[in-house]
DNA sequence: CTCATGTATTTTGTATACATGGATTGTACT
DNA sequence: AGTACAATCCATGTATACAAAATACATGAG
């Protein structure tokens, strides 16, 4: 790991909420490896701030599970293994079909149009082969679908659930050959909640979840071999 | 607020973790209500401990939603609304019918067995008439479902849910005409996932959060118009 | 040569000190 | 009397200091 950890002074945010987002952000894009150690003194002087607001952050990223501590020892980031992602998956495929449930229910107009132009949206980005910008695209279409909801701890327990699958995602996207499977399954979501259809709009999110789970198994077999 | 908060050295968890706990049973239980503030140097002297130990649980309770941070001005005890009550309500509700659904498949021979002795212990606590207890048998019993799953995130997940409603168990509990109806729907989740039906287990499982969800939302509207 | 033991170093766990921003209170002026 | 402004206090945010435990390494005995 070199020195690609760097602060940056956005906001007024409190600097344990800084570091919170920084180590977060490190974890998940891979550049904090699973296992590696997390040293405060370490991590203090790279990110040119004192303990406290490490130790702080550590807390939290600890009770959101991308942490794990040793007692005495202290933290490292934690492992992926297939079980803890097949128990992440397991557990979105029924928030998801809960989600696109309660959006059928609730979606406004508004959202509904902007549900529209995401689809459109991600369609067209595909086509760019972007890999950074689909990614991007796709997470704008589900994040319109989630608030739709209207429901605050869904919003919350799905990113927090989301995060996992985080480093994965751009090899599920990179494959090409999915691209029309995407836009397939993310069509079908949508036209299910224009209708109003709970059944096939629920069937169709778990199916873009399994779809998902699949790819994100293969990758981590991959891994796994390659290791 | 009297000084009922003690620390309990039962264990060699790190003294954040043990403040943790305290804090946590304190909002749960109520003995810290809903808005109060948690200053740390009070809290410190209290408990006997420093400030650091305090925040850094304080950071775990914010993260786990029952405290909110105000800049500035420290952390308090978290409102707890009928929206924010129906929001969870209603993630519990999907989470504990995939719960169900899961433990069809999976539950062991023994922990059938047990799940029956919960049912049966739960039977008979419930003539005793001590809540205390019937709340534990209750507790005993849905936890047997949800280790069955053997999805450790499951766990996780509901136990995060499952505390925001700690506080109203009791009064749902107290409420004697409730009994026959809860113990038949324990019967009902019990026959369905001997049987491994999973749809009459789902709805076994949405009926007791249903039936659940009616008795808080009563008790919340009670505690409004008494204010 | 191997294993054990003791010491030194490193790192966490905890406490405390310092700085800053907000809130409160008091006073003066309108 | 009410409002505005200033001074003071208090709690948080951050940094640092101290203590205890664990690890690593070296030295010595078997």
């Known amino acids: 790991m070199q020195d690609n950890l760097q602060i940056t002074m956005d906001q007024f945010l409190p600097l344990r909420d800084v570091v919170f987002n920084t180590l977060r952000q490190a974890i ?14 370490h991590l203090a002087n790279r990110l040119g701030v004192s303990r406290t607001p490490i130790r702080e952050a550590i807390r939290k990223l600890e009770l959101e599970g991308l942490v794990i501590m040793i007692p005495r020892r202290g933290a490292e980031v934690a492992q992926i293994t297939e079980k803890s ?6 557990v979105r495929r029924a928030v998801d079909a809960l989600c696109v449930e309660l959006a059928c229910d609730r979606i406004t107009e508004d959202e509904l149009v902007r549900l529209k132009e995401a689809c459109d949206n991600f369609e067209q980005v595909v086509n760019t082969g ?5 990614a991007q695209a796709d997470v704008a279409l ?10 605050m ?3 919350q327990l799905i990113n927090n659930l989301s995060e996992q699958m985080y480093r994965y995602r751009f090899e599920y996207i990179k494959d090409s050959s999915q691209h029309g499977r995407l836009i397939e399954e993310h069509r079908m979501i949508y036209d299910s909640i ?34």
């Open 194 to 227: 224009v209708r109003k259809d709970k059944d096939e709009a629920c069937k169709a999110a778990k199916i873009h979840i399994d779809n998902q789970k699949q790819a994100i198994m293969d990758q981590l077999r991959l891994e796994r071999t390659a290791r």
């Open 28 to 41: 998940l894009t891979g550049e904090l490896k699973p296992g590696e150690r997390l040293m405060e003194i």
């Open 130 to 134: 972007d890999i950074k910008q689909i």
């Open 142 to 151: 589900h994040d319109i679908i989630v608030q739709a909801t209207g429901n």
């Open 153 to 155: 701890r869904l919003v």
């Open 85 to 90: 992602m097949n128990d992440v998956l397991e």
